[in-house]
């Protein structure tokens, strides 16, 4: 039976936890007929280097661990315009943009990639809250995420004939949650970029809470 595997991260502030990622994805290879590297949103913004480099280096780290597919999140509009359509450029991933339009750039929607005689399709959308952001996002416009992914996934198990559909998602959990009832019984799975599952440790006293450490990769 073919064999799918799925590794995937966001919110990647920081560059020291890359080369353990890089160590899982080469270890995910083996065993697997078709690997997908998918990195929902925020990775090439907010760090001290992309502040720098403008996610340059970002781009390179992620090009040579072999990242397959990736969306916006609300943080890649840190990054000036023109050197977000040159990082859209550089990276050697499928970024995904089914619910963003930018007029100079056009990005696909969707991807489909075949795992033995299946076919899985994928599609990434982002928030349009325009509170999240602090000008036009990406200088264009934005659809709403949730619609676009149910048009998405009839598209998708409908005409192109999917067997299965992975959805890469950047926006809050409550909203990642109503597309997953909206989805029930559909072969889809959400990649979000917010853990939906509630924390197992105590609750802390409010004296004792503290600002977690930003800048790790989730996998």
């Not at 949103?41 to 990242?67: E, H, K, T, Y």
């Not at 067997?163 to 890469?168: M, S």
Request: hydrophobic share 45%; proline share 6%; with cysteine.
């Amino acid at each position: 039976m073919p064999h799918l595997r799925i590794v995937a991260v966001s919110d990647v502030y920081t560059l020291e936890n890359l080369p353990r990622l890089a160590t899982l994805v080469r270890a995910a290879r083996d065993g697997c007929d078709r690997l997908i590297v998918a990195v929902p949103g925020d990775f090439l913004g907010p760090s001290v280097l992309s502040s720098l480099d403008n996610g340059r280096g970002m781009v390179a780290c992620l090009n040579a661990i072999g990242v397959t597919h990736v969306t916006f999140g609300n943080h890649e509009d840190d990054v000036p315009h023109r050197a977000l359509l040159a990082r859209m450029t550089e990276l050697r991933a499928t970024w995904l943009a089914s619910n963003v339009h930018l007029r100079e750039h056009e990005l696909p929607a969707h991807d489909i990639v075949t795992v033995g005689d299946v076919r899985v399709g994928l599609f990434g959308v982002v928030l349009a809250d325009p509170v999240m952001y602090r000008r036009v996002p990406f200088g264009a416009t934005l659809d709403d995420p949730n619609a676009v992914a149910l048009a998405e996934v009839a598209r998708l198990t409908g005409e192109a004939g999917c067997g299965f559909v992975v959805a890469l998602t950047h926006q809050a959990a409550d909203a990642d949650r109503t597309l997953a009832r909206a989805l029930r019984g559909k072969p889809v799975v959400v990649i979000g970029s917010q853990p939906l599952v509630p924390s197992l440790r105590p609750r802390a006293r409010r004296s004792d809470v503290r600002r977690a450490p930003r800048g790790t990769a989730r996998a």
